[in-house]
């Protein structure tokens, strides 16, 4: 069964401070990753994705991918309290219509 | 871009009665639409994948014949939960994949549903 590990958390980080969230995944076959950021009671919100192997960034936000090790983490700069929430790391099914294979979570917690 | 609604937001149904939700993305043609459950505090749940003009594909342990789905168009997909049941209580969220890029998914806002 293909799967997606995430630690639950909570992680808690002070704000100002870099949250590193990470993800591993099961299937070696699998090419597309995401990761989503979900409010408590709000349907997931897409804030990254990245296809190779690297890091990719997007103002705060900077997605690391290692195929070899079949890992994927988000980092999240300068954290904020609104950065607060469940973070959904996703990976993409090989065929099938390429259907998202979700981990759990990860909850978020950035105090002042 | 990518935007994805969802209708109604939340409803109340009797036990027995039917619901009907709409998914549709407004600014792009979705090849493919995926409904999901969620139950407080877990994960999301797919339900089921659905392409334009052809039969939806329903996970393991869904029923097909309690939640039909309906893609009509490249811009619109419908679930109806038959016989609706206090154990069917959850929020359902459709996703629409086809947008900027080739694999992503946006989500529309989902619709929570109460069954008295």
């Known amino acids: 069964q293909k799967e997606v590990e995430q630690n639950s958390g909570p992680l808690s980080v002070p704000e100002g401070a870099i949250a590193s969230l990470n993800c591993t995944y099961s299937d070696r076959v699998s090419q597309s990753f995401f990761w989503y950021r979900q409010y408590s009671g709000k349907s997931p919100e897409l804030i990254m994705s990245i296809y190779s192997n690297g890091d990719k960034e997007d103002g705060r936000f900077t997605a690391q991918l290692n195929k070899a090790s079949q890992y994927v983490s988000l980092l999240i700069r300068d954290s904020q309290p609104s950065d607060s929430a469940t973070y959904l790391c996703a990976v993409a099914a090989w065929g099938g219509y390429n259907k998202l294979i979700f981990g759990a979570g990860t909850r978020l917690a950035v105090h002042p | 871009g990518a935007v994805v609604s969802q209708h109604p937001s939340w409803v109340i149904c009797k036990s027995g009665t039917s619901v009907k939700i709409e998914c549709r993305s407004l600014?792009?043609?979705?090849?493919?639409m995926f409904w999901y459950r969620q139950f407080p505090k877990q994960s999301l749940m797919l339900m089921a994948t659905s392409n334009e003009g052809s039969k939806a594909t329903y996970e393991q342990g869904v029923e097909k014949d309690k939640f039909l789905i309906n893609h009509a168009s490249l811009t619109l997909s419908t679930l109806t939960v038959t016989s609706a049941h206090p154990e069917d209580s959850s929020f359902y969220i459709c996703?629409?994949?086809?947008?900027?890029?080739?694999?992503?998914?946006?989500f529309g806002p989902g619709t929570r549903l109460t069954v008295t």
């Open positions: 600014d792009f043609q979705a090849t493919t």
């Open positions: 996703s629409a994949r086809g947008g900027r890029g080739e694999d992503e998914q946006y």
